[in-house]
């Protein structure tokens, strides 16, 4: 099936269940208690003492109980609600749906046991219409285990340590080898909608453009009845809310004359133009109606561009995480609204979704603002060859079939990134990226995908070669020659500069940055310092300035933000390569950055 964005309409309703969960973390050896003791069978706090934990958020800053912080096992919640009696009316059917979960998700209604789920970041769901009782409470448990194995995305590795004279019984840690903290639990929304018996399911469009003329390329599928029975009005709607265009078919073309084109922000006044597709379908006698935020925009990629409505496209701009004090990842709309503005206020006009799938609701204001988005999938950490084994595939190639599922109609999407700097030169990573990547275009023709590479030269690296753009991560000056500012500019050069030759395609910067102490000055710079983060970006600058008269399409900062990371002699309280504080203060590179984003848009129309 589908997994269309939640939205209200005149046959859709709604109903959020965030809020205060009951809570318990188990903490059994093994951590089987809760299924040996069938916690979902009954309310939870008849099984043991509960806390209160918000939906949406990581549970890991929620309490003082170090325990809880870095737990690693299953975490089980529960929320008890009554339904409205009108939704038992006119056959409606009623879905549960999380917008995510990290990381392996069992979900039991009223200790029923409905869905399972593997991996964190994407959305869920399930229709419950048989099973809510009206007039009575109504409970869902969920157990969450966030887990990492060599087979999930992110993974990871559990080490059990059984010496009794060094270690207490049953003790085990959690290893991962990405860097940033496995904030775990319900970290977005949770809702139940309801649709009519027959329903929109799902819809995919694809848009292009000859001259002034916009095409959009329609499919719909329906849910609950026979596509046979069912009849659909189309309508295309501009922003005045005028039907542009229109069709009674389940697919088919729409064509809008003098159409605007959906442009990132920073290349037209006004820029980011959504239509709106209502699409209708009637069966026996009601209607369901869904609103498809529509952008018409095409994207290619040449040897040496990344072409956006045929126009030259720089990606400059960041990469971000969903990171924060407290909520950890849970979702949070001061947070993504502060993020949207301090992008803007930068000049940004894109970033990468660093290293997972971000919120639909992050996403659907980049569609609203016209801000670029690479959109990666959790694959970051694959650093073994015991990654890079079918299990981990078969998942992988599920996750990207459930990205793209939820993200293919956005047209702040223009590329897919499958995976960061996995060991890709390895043998084995060679013929998995070609299936992950293969498989992602066959998902969809219509975006380049990529992976970003981090293998020590061009000609070792076995998966760059099926990428349509080469994205490549470099730390020249810190984790290269730390302290040696004044090779940056030459060794960029070079490093990029092979790269293309190489492959022949366009380039992006995905990362560069400095470990960066707010408030630390010295001069000369040296390392840590706001001084060392200006001068060591500056240096990118000038290779950057050089290569986009060439094959660089795009320049993207680590990080926008100092984020939380595992415990380790190496981070600080966390990573601290942000350009703003994790409170979303700027450090002094951010007004310099500012500087050269407004410059460019200047020079470069976009
Ligand atoms: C991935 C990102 O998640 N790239 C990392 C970023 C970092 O700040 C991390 O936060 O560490 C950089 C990877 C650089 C690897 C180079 C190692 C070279 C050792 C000499």
Redo the contacts with the bound molecule.
Sequence with gaps: GGMLSLQDSESREVRSLDGVWAFRADDSPGRSAGFDGQWWSRPLRESGPVIDMPVPSSYNDITQDRSLRDFVGWAWYEKEFYPPRSWSKNGQRMVLRFESAHYETIVWFNSQEVVRHSGGHLPFEVEVTSLLHFGQLNRITVAVNNTLTPNTLPPGTITHYDDLTMYPPNYFEQEYS???FNYAGIQRSVKLYTTPKGYVDDIDVVTNFTGTTGHVIFNITVGGAPSSKVVAVVDLLDRAGLVVASSTKMNGLLVVSEANLWWPYTMHNDSAYLYTLKVSVSFEGTTDVYRLPVGIRTVRVTNKQFLINNQPFYFHGVNKHEDADIRGKGVDYPLILKDINLLKWLGANAFRT??YPYSEEIMDLCDRHGIVVIDECPA?GMRSANNFVNATLVHHQQVMAELVRRDKNRPSVVMWSVA??PASSLAVAGPYFESVISYTRKLDPHRPVTFVA?SPTPESDRAAKFVDVVCL?S?ISW??HPGHLELVTLQVNHFLSSWHAYYNKPVIQT?Y?AGTIAGFHMSPAVMFTEEYQVEMMGNYHTSFDKLRQDFLVGELV?NFADFNTKQGTTRVVG?K?GVFTRQRQPKMEAHVLKERYLELIKTLGC
């Design positions: 990405f860097d940033f660093s290293h970051v960061n700097e981090n991560n730390y984790y290269h990362e940055g680590w990573n390569k």
